[in-house]
Structures are given as C-alpha cells and as structure tokens.
C-alpha cells in the first residue's frame, strides 16, 4: 500500500528553521517525483518545490530567496524540505505528494499519492 507520511512541523518563531520529513512506503521513491505543496487557513493550496528522481529540483514559493532547500535520501525512501528565516506568512499545513515520472524537471501538477500533512505555525 503506497503512504506517504510528513513529520517535522512545529510551533517555531520568526526567524527560526524547520527541516519537514515526507517518508515513502509501498514504492521506491526515486523513481517517482515528490512535491511538497501547502494550504494556509482560507487560502488554496500552492507548491511549495518539488525533486525529480534524481534529484533535480524546482523552487516555487520565494524562488531566489533561498529559504526552501528539497533534498531526498533515496536509502532512506524520505525526502526532506528545508525552511529557513521562516515568516508568519509560512504559516500552513505542509504536504508531500508523489507521481511516478521520468521527466528530468518537476512540476507541480497530477500527483497520484498525498500525505495527510503536517502543521507549521510561525509565531511569537
């Protein structure tokens, strides 16, 4: 049965890091892209970045800021998205999805498999 589970979000301050965990079970992550996408409270859900398999990534959200770091550990079936110099705004249910693709670049469309996602709330 395919899963995908998110763990890492928190309560953090501004300013603060969080490193967000997607891991894979039931297929062989690296052969599928995984996306990380999230949903703030009344607003639609966007992505966030996603990697191909192997390895290539996209940046959506604050693209050339440099805050969101994708990476995935393929031994470990987990991918990991990195967020720094974290902001009220980043506030959201963060979410990991994968489609299996070959594609050399990642988008943020038809994804087949979702996690149930996990909450980062930025506050002081």
């Known amino acids: 049965q395919v899963q995908l589970v998110e763990s890492g979000g928190a309560l953090v301050q501004p300013g603060g890091s969080l490193r967000l965990a997607c891991a894979a079970s039931?297929?062989?992550?690296?052969?599928?892209?995984i996306g990380w996408f999230r949903q703030a409270p009344g607003k639609e859900r966007e992505g966030v970045s996603c990697?191909?398999?192997?390895?290539?990534?996209?940046v959506l959200v604050g693209s050339g800021e440099g805050r969101f770091l994708i990476s995935r550990d393929n031994a470990k079936n987990t991918v990991y998205l990195e967020i720094h110099s974290l902001r009220p705004e980043d506030t959201a249910v963060y979410y990991c999805?994968?489609?299996?693709?070959?594609?050399?670049?990642?988008?943020?469309?038809?994804?087949?498999?979702w996690g149930q996602g996990t909450q980062v709330t930025v506050s002081s």
């Open positions: 990697i191909t398999s192997s390895g290539g990534s996209t």
């Open positions: 039931g297929f062989t992550s690296s052969s599928h892209h």
């Open positions: 999805a994968a489609k299996n693709s070959d594609q050399s670049v990642c988008n943020f469309r038809q994804y087949s498999y």
